[in-house]
């Protein structure tokens, strides 16, 4: 029997129009009550994400900021918050200050301006062109920082998301599954980007959407429907059912 469902939010449990049908809130709500845990993993802001959680409750955990931080739902508590030190947000303010750079704290996302004071657990470098992400990659690189980073589209802009090296979606799995006594073959990962590909392969059930990258269809155990058509709706029921 699988014990926690970790899901990614956009692409996978919410559709296009950014909602979550009832029916698969209710097979949650269902899954929960027999005993299996529910996290969500989203690059949103707390209260985003709790705010699909109000009416009905049905989110145990919280994954921020490609794994920056975990959240306990029930108890309003972080298991743990890993930000981006000084030294690092400095670096890539010089060397990238001819882009905009937004930061992620628990409220939200921001624009992030010499005043470094505040606690930031997600920086997010935006530009417009596909050849000059891989330009601001290369930077990124070439400065050896001890970060995790990746690339996406976000509302037609091409951006890097970077977080501390020492953190990322595996290592929030495994900090909930050793908290919770949950085995890793216990563990099904529903996701839909190249970020969630080494999810993927560390769970005992790596699931991905018909809507997902293609390099991530090539290592996912089972691809659901899309995230339009009951995807994740349609995987549960397989698994629990």
Same mark, same amino acid.
């Given at each position: 029997?699988?014990?926690?469902?970790?899901?990614?939010?956009?692409?996978?449990?919410?559709?296009?129009?950014?909602?979550?049908?009832?029916?698969?809130?209710?097979?949650?709500?269902?899954?929960?009550?027999?005993?299996?845990?529910?996290?969500?993993?989203?690059?949103?802001?707390?209260?985003?994400?709790?705010?699909?959680?109000? !009416?009905?409750? =049905?989110?145990?955990? %919280? /994954?921020? #900021?490609?794994?920056?931080?975990? &959240?306990?739902?029930? *108890?309003?508590?972080?298991?743990?918050?890993?930000?981006?030190?000084?030294?690092?947000?400095?670096?890539?303010?010089?060397?990238?200050?001819?882009?905009?750079?937004?930061?992620?704290?628990?409220?939200?996302?921001?624009?992030?301006?010499?005043?470094?004071?505040?606690?930031?657990?997600?920086?997010?470098?935006?530009?417009?062109?596909?050849?000059?992400?891989?330009?601001?990659?290369?930077?990124?690189?070439?400065?050896?920082?001890?970060?995790?980073?990746?690339?996406?589209?976000? !509302?037609?802009? =091409?951006?890097?998301? %970077? /977080?501390? #090296?020492?953190?990322?979606?595996? &290592?929030?799995?495994? *900090?909930?599954?050793?908290?919770?006594?949950?085995?890793?073959?216990?563990?099904?990962?529903?996701?839909?980007?190249?970020?969630?590909?080494?999810?993927?392969?560390?769970?005992?059930?790596?699931?991905?959407?018909?809507?997902?990258?293609?390099?991530?269809?090539?290592?996912?155990?089972?691809?659901?429907?899309?995230?339009?058509?009951?995807?994740?709706?349609?995987?549960?029921?397989?698994?629990?059912?």
């Amino acid at each position: 029997m699988y014990k926690l469902v970790v899901s990614e939010f956009d692409g996978v449990l919410i559709d296009s129009e950014e909602a979550i049908g009832l029916s698969t809130i209710m097979l949650i709500d269902k899954i929960r009550s027999a005993g299996t845990l529910f996290c969500i993993s989203s690059d949103r802001a707390i209260n985003d994400i709790i705010s699909y959680n109000s !009416d009905f409750f =049905f989110i145990d955990y %919280i /994954i921020g #900021g490609g794994g920056a931080f975990l &959240y306990d739902v029930a *108890k309003c508590k972080f298991l743990y918050k890993k930000n981006i030190t000084k030294v690092i947000l400095k670096k890539i303010l010089t060397n990238f200050s001819s882009y905009k750079i937004y930061g992620f704290n628990e409220n939200g996302k921001f624009l992030v301006n010499d005043d470094i004071e505040q606690k930031i657990y997600q920086l997010q470098i935006v530009c417009n062109s596909k050849k000059v992400l891989h330009t601001l990659c290369d930077m990124l690189e070439k400065l050896k920082l001890n970060i995790n980073y990746w690339a996406n589209i976000c !509302d037609d802009l =091409f951006c890097i998301n %970077i /977080i501390m #090296g020492t953190v990322d979606k595996c &290592y929030a799995i495994n *900090k909930l599954c050793k908290l919770k006594s949950i085995v890793i073959d216990e563990v099904v990962a529903i996701g839909v980007s190249q970020q969630d590909i080494e999810m993927i392969k560390l769970v005992g059930c790596g699931i991905c959407m018909k809507n997902s990258d293609r390099s991530l269809k090539k290592i996912a155990n089972t691809i659901t429907d899309t995230n339009d058509n009951n995807g994740v709706k349609k995987i549960l029921n397989q698994l629990f059912n």
